[in-house]
């Protein structure tokens, strides 16, 4: 009994020592909320939306729920390899979001050390990284209007890729992204995959800029597209200590080779932060995006106001409120279509 007892002590500890050696870390995001969503389903002879409401409980409305795996190991010399593995959630069913990739927000593996951070796999891409970094609602798809309907940021991640990350260069940090087009080859109606996307980001105290450009054809390294996009997106933030303003523009070329045709997405995004206690602080955000394609007269506008409140309980757990109003009209058809939506919701948040 005594032998039995030190070998599992032995293996306890051995396991422990792997565990520390390797510094595995599961962490992760719970965000569930209860709210009242209203969306444009239709139009009248008139032009007048055709709006349904509904009461639900939903997942990932002010920040993506996922869970996490994430590692280094010292390989000497400064010299890291690392990996992370994240998978998005839907808390309000207990499935996965992520269709067909499990891992659908990261699963790379790459080297750290002084000369930046090299990773190959599959990534969020710099527009969704950067699209959240200058905004008070982050990633929000419904509550931001950076990443309402994707107008001025991409929120996907990008398969078979390869991605760099400059140190800190005085305060400048460059990045870059590829997704390798792999078996997508073009033709005379589709484009070859792959996307390409780099960044420059400035910090010097309470102000930060960045800037963000790139081609985007298909980003799974299968799909020969239709089309193709180009966007880019700026942003700033300053920190007054009593109130955080944040500002974005961008634009969105789209190209179709089937069709021939071109459109374009052109828009802004203010927002404020505004503490009001240790742990309570108030958002707010102004978004106008319009919608024109060449040739074809008139255009699509959307104008979102969004409000907010989120306040820490802990470290780890937030709770948040928060409200929308969008506002759609397009020209372009007759009769003019335009219609008013609102939605709300109240929820928590429980980082691990």
Do not use: C
Not at 96 to 107: M, P, Q, V, Y
Not at 139 to 150: H, Q, Y
Not at 245 to 271: C, E, H, S
């Amino acid at each position: 009994m005594f032998a039995k007892k030190n070998v599992v002590a032995a293996a306890a500890l051995t396991l422990l020592a792997v565990a520390a050696h390797a510094q595995v870390t599961v962490y992760g995001n719970l965000d569930v909320s209860v709210g009242r969503k209203q969306v444009i389903t239709g139009y009248d002879v008139n032009g007048k939306a055709i709006k349904e409401s509904t009461t639900n409980v939903d997942s990932s409305d002010m920040s993506q729920s996922f869970i996490g795996f994430k590692g280094q190991e010292d390989l000497g010399g400064g010299l890291k390899a690392v990996f992370k593995l994240e998978s998005e959630l839907a808390v309000d069913t207990g499935a996965a979001n992520g269709g067909s990739a499990f891992w659908n927000r990261n699963a790379t593996v790459g080297l750290v050390g002084d000369f930046g951070a090299i990773n190959l796999g599959r990534f969020e891409n710099l527009f969704k990284l950067e699209g959240a970094a200058f905004n008070p609602f982050g990633s929000s798809k419904t509550f931001s209007p950076t990443f309402r309907a994707a107008r001025l940021a991409g929120n996907d991640s990008w398969s078979n890729g390869i991605s760099y990350a400059s140190p800190s260069l005085g305060g400048l940090t460059l990045s870059a992204q590829y997704s390798a087009k792999e078996a997508a080859k073009g033709n005379a109606a589709q484009y070859g995959g792959g996307a390409v996307a780099v960044a420059a980001n400035f910090v010097a105290g309470p102000l930060a800029l960045s800037a963000t450009l790139g081609e985007v054809r298909s980003t799974d390294g299968v799909t020969a597209p239709n089309g193709k996009a180009r966007p880019w997106l700026l942003g700033a933030s300053y920190d007054l200590g009593a109130v955080k303003l944040f500002g974005q523009y961008g634009q969105v070329k789209f190209n179709d080779k089937l069709a021939g045709d071109d459109g374009k997405v052109k828009g802004y995004q203010l927002g404020v932060s505004v503490p009001v206690s240790a742990d309570g602080a108030v958002l707010a955000s102004f978004g106008d995006s319009k919608e024109t394609a060449p040739g074809v007269a008139g255009s699509y506008k959307a104008r979102d106001f969004s409000l907010g409140y989120t306040h820490n309980l802990s470290k780890r757990t937030n709770v948040y409120a928060a409200l929308i109003n969008e506002r759609e009209k397009d020209t372009s058809v007759v009769p003019t279509e335009k219609g008013t939506t609102n939605s709300f919701a109240v929820g928590v948040r429980h980082a691990f």
